[in-house]
């Protein structure tokens, strides 16, 4: 009778877990989020901070910039397009282009 029991008990829990399993295996992932946005405006050069050294001014406001992947001193005082990421209020550009 107790064999009887331990092998009801471990044929649920594998049947339990076999059904757990391809429940997850079957779900389709989350769509990852397009995080990137899309400014336009005049960038200007600051006293750099721990955070960012450009801001970017248009209608709206004034955002911090900084960027790893592009030379943002080639852009100053210029009207440009930038494409990037935020990290806090950070915008961090992967691309600029001047806006004619």
Do not use: H, R
């Amino acid at each position: 009778m107790k064999v009887f029991l331990v092998l009801l008990v471990v044929v649920a829990l594998f049947v339990g877990g076999f059904f757990a399993y391809m429940k997850i295996a079957t779900s389709s992932p989350s769509p990852t989020p397009n995080l990137e946005v899309t400014l336009e405006g005049t960038l200007t050069s600051v006293t750099p901070t721990s955070e960012y050294s450009f801001v970017l001014k248009n209608k709206t406001g004034t955002v911090g910039i900084n960027s790893m992947k592009v030379d943002l001193s080639q852009y100053n005082n210029k009207k440009v397009i930038m494409k990037g990421q935020y990290s806090g209020s950070v915008l961090y550009a992967d691309s600029v282009t001047i806006n004619q």
